[in-house]
């Protein structure tokens, strides 16, 4: 029986570019469905900033994912602007296909061209340039289905849990979602899960739900 998990991503983000290089580590009886959203609304929902919004951190991240890239085999190379506004290009993704999206293929040539090739993708030309690559039709980027296919994905991403890209969320045979796997670190953890759904459920990691918060920031205050 196929196993689904899905693949909750931005083309603003260069760690989702660099964790399809990981795919092919997972079980063969996974299926990986990704999904478009906005990385910009789930940052506001949970109050936080980007990391390339955070100046002192912003060429360290640039720096980490080029060079995560390299060890992973994804070279990266950065578009001209970033962070850029990738919204018509995640309509034109989330809209592909009469609206159930852009399949694994379309998607991983969609980074390869932002993250790769490093061609912007926050321009009408950019746009139009990006779905001509893509064998796609420029209007899904202005799509009303498409759009409502972005924002839908969105909300099931943040009801899942989701606070960030790229981010894995499995589900059991009944349908039922697991925990979200943020992050190209987390791969290895998302790999001991699919072979063990029990995990979280034993020592040391059951006590983890029981840690209490002992101090609070508030929402303006974080970084």
Same mark, same amino acid.
């Given at each position: 029986?196929?196993?689904?998990?899905?693949?909750?991503?931005?083309?603003?983000?260069?760690?989702? #570019?660099?964790?399809? !290089?990981?795919?092919?580590?997972?079980?063969?009886?996974?299926?990986?469905?990704?999904?478009?959203?906005?990385?910009?609304?789930?940052? !506001?929902? #949970?109050?936080? &900033?980007?990391?390339?919004? /955070?100046?002192?951190?912003?060429? #360290?991240?640039?720096?980490?994912?080029?060079?995560?890239?390299?060890?992973?085999?994804?070279?990266?190379?950065?578009?001209?602007?970033?962070?850029?506004?990738? &919204? !018509?290009?995640?309509?034109?993704?989330?809209?592909? #296909?009469?609206?159930?999206?852009?399949?694994?293929?379309?998607?991983?040539?969609?980074?390869?061209?932002?993250?790769?090739?490093?061609?912007?993708?926050?321009?009408?030309?950019?746009?139009?340039?990006?779905?001509?690559?893509?064998?796609?039709?420029?209007?899904?980027?202005?799509?009303?289905?498409?759009?409502?296919?972005?924002?839908?994905?969105?909300? %099931?991403?943040?009801?899942?849990?989701?606070?960030?890209?790229?981010?894995?969320?499995?589900?059991?045979?009944?349908?039922?979602?697991?925990?979200?796997?943020?992050?190209?670190?987390?791969? %290895?953890?998302?790999?001991?899960?699919?072979?063990?759904?029990? /995990?979280?459920?034993?020592?040391?990691?059951?006590?983890?739900?029981?840690?209490?918060?002992?101090?609070?920031?508030?929402?303006?205050?974080?970084?």
């Amino acid at each position: 029986m196929t196993r689904r998990l899905d693949f909750y991503y931005d083309l603003l983000s260069p760690y989702a #570019h660099i964790v399809l !290089a990981r795919l092919p580590d997972l079980p063969t009886d996974v299926a990986v469905r990704p999904r478009a959203i906005l990385f910009g609304a789930v940052l !506001a929902h #949970h109050g936080q &900033l980007g990391p390339a919004e /955070i100046e002192a951190k912003r060429l #360290h991240t640039y720096r980490q994912a080029v060079f995560l890239g390299a060890t992973l085999g994804r070279e990266t190379v950065f578009p001209p602007r970033h962070p850029f506004n990738p &919204l !018509a290009a995640l309509r034109l993704l989330a809209g592909a #296909h009469d609206g159930a999206g852009a399949d694994l293929a379309t998607v991983r040539g969609a980074f390869d061209f932002v993250f790769s090739q490093g061609e912007p993708v926050d321009t009408p030309d950019g746009v139009t340039a990006l779905a001509e690559r893509l064998g796609l039709d420029p209007a899904l980027a202005t799509a009303e289905a498409s759009k409502a296919a972005l924002r839908a994905n969105t909300e %099931d991403a943040l009801a899942a849990g989701v606070f960030g890209v790229p981010s894995f969320v499995p589900y059991d045979a009944d349908g039922a979602a697991g925990p979200v796997f943020w992050g190209v670190d987390a791969f %290895d953890m998302l790999l001991a899960f699919l072979d063990e759904p029990a /995990i979280f459920e034993r020592p040391p990691y059951a006590a983890l739900n029981h840690v209490k918060i002992g101090v609070r920031r508030e929402k303006a205050n974080r970084a």
